[in-house]
């Protein structure tokens, strides 16, 4: 049982590149999350999916986009990157009632 | 809205000595209650959790924290702070069947002195 992992762990992006992060459970929670974390601002949430099929925006949205194919992956794109990208992003997923977060380990993305 | 507030980004103990960490939230409903912590270059794991029942909750590594409905809080302790302690603490309220996520702190340092 591997919980939530995340893909990649490390990445660099110049400004303008795009990329897709890659988060995987293996619990068969309906819920995921992708959060942004960064020092002072603590947890952020970016955008969430509340089942397959299903996204719903967070409190920082914009500049990213998200796709629930399959019940257990989330995939985070950013379309063209910018330097307020740079970060910690993590995946979360939980369930119902009490939405307890189960995360990943995180992806630290630098863009320059 | 849900807020939490956790009092003090960064907190500094002995070895040896108490932990306390604060946690007020506000609602008028008590929601679900979490402290998770998180350690350098690592994600969020979950420290412990109140839902119903007994008000003093216990979790891993000697931690304990008791929700007091009366002043909204979840304070997070530890008897006797060791080296291993030193991290990054998140408190968390759920609302109780009224939304889909949770609403974090912003975290409070702990650094533990030799």
């Known amino acids: 049982n591997a919980g939530v992992t995340q893909t990649p762990k490390f990445r660099v992006l110049k400004t303008g590149q795009s990329m897709t992060l890659l988060c995987a459970q293996d619990?068969?929670?309906?819920?995921m999350y992708w959060y942004r974390q960064d020092p002072g601002m603590g947890l952020r949430l970016i955008h969430y999916?509340?089942?397959?099929?299903?996204?719903a925006k967070g409190e920082v949205p914009d500049g990213y986009n998200v796709s629930r194919l399959k019940k257990q992956n989330f995939l985070l794109g950013l379309e063209s990157a910018a330097p307020s990208q740079t970060s910690v992003y993590f995946c979360?997923?939980?369930?119902?009632?009490?939405?307890?977060?189960?995360f990943g380990p995180g992806t630290r993305l630098t863009v320059t | 809205a849900q807020s939490v507030t956790q009092l003090g980004s960064h907190v500094s103990v002995s070895e040896g000595a108490l932990v306390l960490l604060r946690c007020n939230y506000s609602?008028?409903?008590?929601?679900?209650l979490f402290w998770y912590v998180q350690y350098p270059n690592q994600g969020l794991q979950l420290l412990l959790k109140?839902?119903?029942?007994?008000?003093l909750v216990k979790g891993i590594n000697g931690f304990e924290a008791e929700f007091k409905k009366s002043e909204t809080s979840f304070h997070l302790t530890k008897p006797s702070a060791h080296m291993s302690d030193a991290a990054e603490y998140f408190c968390?309220?759920?609302?109780?069947?009224?939304?889909?996520?949770?609403?974090f702190g912003k975290g409070t340092r702990l650094h533990i002195l030799p």
């Open positions: 979360a997923s939980s369930y119902p009632p009490t939405y307890e977060q189960y």
């Open positions: 609602s008028s409903v008590p929601p679900y």
């Open positions: 619990m068969n929670h309906e819920y």
């Open positions: 968390a309220v759920s609302p109780r069947g009224r939304d889909d996520k949770i609403i």
């Open positions: 109140y839902t119903t029942g007994a008000t």
């Open positions: 999916s509340v089942g397959e099929g299903t996204t």
